[in-house]
């Protein structure tokens, strides 16, 4: 099984460009999150959505956008890319609520 | 508003000692807690979780924690630490009243184990 997948691995972008982090699960999970890990902080959530079509903001959601189109993708935007965005992102989903996330393997992602 | 703090960013033990890391949470319902393990490099694993059933909740790689209402604690153990133990570990803390899986991390702690 492959569980959550991130593409892509690493990334550099410059300062202003813009990209999307993939993440896909083929665990037939309705509940998916992103999150950024920052050394010393822990991990931060982003956005979460709960169904497809169906996005909400967590906490940390300014410079960033998702959509849920699928059940299985859920795709993080980042428009306009700024130095406080160098971090390491995570995609986790989950079957709901009480049930534990499981977790792909990060994109880390510099601006410079 | 729910937040979860950990204490101490680093623990270093001997191989085979007793492994203690510690948890505390803020929250204004009973909440669900989690502890998760990650590896260098890789994503988060579950370590073990506490909704509402046993207080003391066994995980893998034998790894346990009780769930302390009264000192709002939820520390993790495990009775002998073993090398591949080292790794860095999140407590984290979900609303059960929302039913979104939103969790609230702690800082993480990075254990250290020494032959």
């Known amino acids: 099984n492959a569980g959550v997948t991130q593409t892509p691995k690493f990334r550099i972008l410059k300062i202003g460009q813009s990209m999307t982090l993939q993440c896909t699960q083929d665990?037939?999970?309705?509940?998916m999150y992103w999150y950024r890990q920052d050394p010393g902080m822990g991990l931060k959530l982003i956005y979460y959505?709960?169904?497809?079509?169906?996005?909400d903001k967590g906490e940390v959601p300014n410079g960033y956008n998702v959509s849920r189109s699928t059940t299985e993708d859920f795709p993080l935007r980042l428009e306009l890319a700024a130095p406080s965005q160098t971090s390491v992102y995570f995609c986790a989903s989950s079957y709901g609520g009480m049930q534990p996330q499981h977790f792909g393997d990060g994109t880390r992602l510099s601006i410079l | 508003a729910q937040s979860v703090t950990q204490l101490g960013s680093h623990v270093s033990v001997s191989e085979g000692a007793l492994v203690l890391l510690r948890c505390n949470y803020s929250?204004?319902?009973?909440?669900?807690l989690f502890w998760y393990v990650q590896y260098p490099n890789q994503g988060l694993q579950l370590l073990l979780k506490?909704?509402?059933?046993?207080?003391l909740v066994k995980g893998i790689n034998g790894f346990e924690a009780e769930f302390k209402k009264s000192e709002t604690s939820f520390h993790l153990t495990k009775p002998s630490a073993h090398m591949s133990d080292a790794a860095e570990y999140f407590c984290a803390v979900s609303d059960p009243t929302e039913n979104t899986g939103k969790l609230i991390f702690g800082q993480g702690t990075t254990l250290q184990v020494k032959p």
């Open positions: 959505s709960v169904g497809a079509g169906i996005t």
């Open positions: 665990m037939n999970h309705n509940y």
């Open positions: 506490y909704t509402s059933a046993a207080t």
């Open positions: 929250s204004s319902v009973p909440p669900y």
